[in-house]
């Protein structure tokens, strides 16, 4: 069956569906093929597959970037005004030219994704205390890596078995 999916139009036609962002079970159920063969398929060609995901991805990115400039920029839009006649027909009575504002969310969120530091304060100085308490376990552990374990003495062995020396723990508790 993997036979079947590496006929080069039928290859094509896959990776057209995945650059377009058609999910994998779509297309397997579109093929009509197990979805362990479709996985044997994909393993076979992972860059060219790998290749089209991205291809959507920046198509999808490129689409919301025009949509997020449209909304910073506002503009114009069109209003038409229709009426019906006595047949049910509709007939355009007037044009209008409305003007879109700016959208004030789409600014704030432009100006803090582009100029966090100066838009978005709060998460930086979250980054930069986190960074800084990364720092002080760093210079911690520095610290504690100048201690050489071996050249401390082992204490001795008390004299005694552990039931000697419960018994003594709990008398000095008692006192």
């Given at each position: 069956?993997v036979s079947k999916l590496d006929e080069k139009e039928?290859?094509?036609?896959?990776?057209?569906?995945?650059?377009?962002?058609?999910?994998?079970?779509?297309?397997?159920?579109?093929?009509?093929?197990?979805?362990?063969?479709?996985?044997?398929?994909?393993?076979?060609?992972?860059?060219?597959?790998?290749?089209?995901?991205?291809?959507?991805?920046?198509?999808?990115?490129?689409?919301?970037?025009?949509?997020?400039?449209?909304?910073?920029?506002?503009?114009?839009?069109?209003?038409?005004?229709?009426?019906?006649?006595?047949?049910?027909?509709?007939?355009?009575?007037?044009?209008?030219?409305?003007?879109?504002?700016?959208?004030?969310?789409?600014?704030?969120?432009?100006?803090?994704?582009?100029h966090p530091e100066i838009y978005d304060r709060v998460?930086?100085?979250?980054?930069?205390?986190?960074?800084?308490?990364?720092?002080?376990?760093?210079?911690?552990?520095?610290?504690?890596?100048?201690?050489?374990?071996?050249?401390?003495?082992?204490?001795?062995?008390?004299?005694?078995?552990?039931?000697?020396?419960?018994?003594?723990l709990d008398e000095n508790k008692n006192e």
């Amino acid at each position: 069956m993997v036979s079947k999916l590496d006929e080069k139009e039928i290859t094509e036609s896959i990776l057209k569906k995945v650059s377009l962002g058609v999910s994998d079970l779509k297309i397997y159920r579109a093929l009509k093929v197990s979805p362990p063969t479709f996985k044997l398929w994909k393993n076979d060609h992972q860059e060219e597959y790998e290749q089209a995901k991205i291809e959507f991805q920046l198509l999808a990115l490129a689409k919301v970037e025009t949509q997020l400039n449209k909304k910073i920029r506002g503009g114009w839009r069109r209003k038409e005004k229709y009426e019906v006649d006595d047949e049910g027909n509709e007939i355009l009575v007037s044009v209008e030219r409305q003007q879109v504002d700016p959208e004030l969310n789409a600014i704030m969120f432009w100006l803090r994704s582009h100029h966090p530091e100066i838009y978005d304060r709060v998460n930086m100085k979250r980054l930069e205390l986190e960074q800084q308490e990364g720092s002080n376990i760093q210079e911690v552990i520095q610290q504690l890596s100048k201690f050489d374990i071996n050249k401390y003495e082992v204490d001795e062995e008390p004299d005694g078995n552990e039931k000697d020396i419960l018994n003594l723990l709990d008398e000095n508790k008692n006192e």
